[in-house]
Nanobody
Framework: QVQLVESGGGLVQPGGSLRLSCAASGSISSIYAMGWYRQAPGKQRELAAI??????NYANSVKGRFTISRDNAKNTVYLQMNSLKPEDTAVYYCNAVIATMGAPYMGRDYWGQGTQVTVSS
């Protein structure tokens, strides 16, 4: 009923920038939060940034370099990534807490398929 479609990953040199996008579609009643998680090879998935109703939250490792933003009219979340480092290399997953039309008071997690970000010279 709900799909998250990501775009914008790729290969970039250290110090470069990328912008990720994630659009939610389907039978959406409300979106409570949208964010980005990432998983590097051999590591657990971790939160990179999340935007809900208040101030966005960032992992310490990306503060000052990544900026998350939402376009509520388009049900879309963006992640602007600047000053990228090799340690930012990971699969980035979009996450959203969404209540559907069928259950308008029950938010649940939805995940995108993931997009690869590789930072390498």
């Amino acid at each position: 009923q709900v799909q998250l479609v990501e775009s914008g990953g790729g290969l970039v040199q250290p110090g470069g920038s990328l912008r990720l996008s994630c659009a939610a579609s389907g039978s959406i009643s409300s979106i409570y939060a949208m964010g980005w998680y990432r998983q590097a090879p051999g590591k657990q998935r971790e939160l990179a940034a999340i935007a809900s109703s208040g101030t966005p939250n960032y992992a310490n490792s990306v503060k000052g370099r990544f900026t998350i933003s939402r376009d509520n009219a388009k049900n879309t979340v963006y992640l602007q990534m600047n000053s990228l480092k090799p340690e930012d290399t990971a699969v980035y997953y979009c996450n959203a807490v969404i209540a559907t039309m069928g259950a308008p008071y029950m938010g649940r997690d939805y995940w995108g398929q993931g997009t690869q970000v590789t930072v390498s010279s």
